[in-house]
T-cell receptor, first 116, second 114 residues
């Protein structure tokens, strides 16, 4: 069974600094997709970044980038130039595809606080 | 282009009552997913539907829970005879197609069972 582990329950960073959130996953599949979602206090789940496992190039979206290590099954999120609005829960997710169905398997999340 | 719309945002029910949660997917999306989030936890998959069809309900409790996505109108998640353990945030997501496509989430419905 696929599992997603986020080993950092909470992290904090100073505004304008860089922070990296860890995520590891377990799967026997070769082709799959990985995601990072942000959940601010408003509770809205916002897609931050998406990675296709068959692509070696790490995905980037403005200040957000990932370090995807397929062999190590690691998918960390780097936030550069942190802003106060980045304060939120961050969830790593693995997309499981089976028998015509797709579902996201989420980690337990990392609570990130950006301090002024 | 409105996003995924869920209502109500908050729903309070007494034990034994029924809860109906509604979800309108993004325009053009025909794939709908329901997830449940307990406090301090990540989201857990419940059910995946396409128009008029349940594709995967492997995450849904066998009793009291049901979901539909009719040809016309929103998707409905229905919980009968609610119990305190059903208290959670219920999220709906939609996608244009499958194949690792991005899922767009609604703001969720917070169900509180008294």
């Amino acid at each position: 069974a696929q599992t997603v582990t986020q080993s950092q329950p909470e992290m904090s960073v100073q505004e304008a600094e860089t922070v990296t959130l860890s995520c590891t996953y377990d799967t026997s599949e070769n082709n799959y997709y990985l995601f990072w979602y942000k959940q601010p206090p408003s509770r809205q789940m916002i897609l931050v970044i998406r990675q296709e496992a068959y692509k070696q190039q790490n995905a980037t979206e403005n200040r957000f980038s990932v370090n995807f290590q397929k062999a190590a099954k690691s998918f960390s999120l780097k936030i550069s130039d942190s802003q106060l609005g980045d304060t939120a829960m961050y969830f790593c997710a693995f997309m499981k595809q089976q028998g015509g169905s797709e579902k996201l398997v989420f980690g337990k999340g990392t609570k990130l606080t950006v301090n002024p | 282009n409105a996003g995924v719309m869920q209502n109500p945002r908050h729903l309070v029910r007494r034990r034994g009552q029924e809860a109906r949660l509604r979800c309108s997917p993004m325009k053009g999306h025909s794939h709908v997913y329901w997830y449940r989030q307990l406090p301090e936890e990540g989201l857990k998959f419940m059910v995946y539907l396409q128009k008029e069809n349940i594709i995967d309900e492997s995450g849904m409790p066998k009793e009291r829970f049901s979901a539909e996505f009719p040809k016309e109108g929103p998707s409905i998640l229905r919980i009968q005879q609610v119990v305190r353990g059903d208290s959670a945030a219920y999220f709906c997501a939609s996608s244009f197609r499958t194949g690792g496509e991005k899922l767009f989430f609604g703001s969720g419905t917070q169900l509180s069972v008294l």
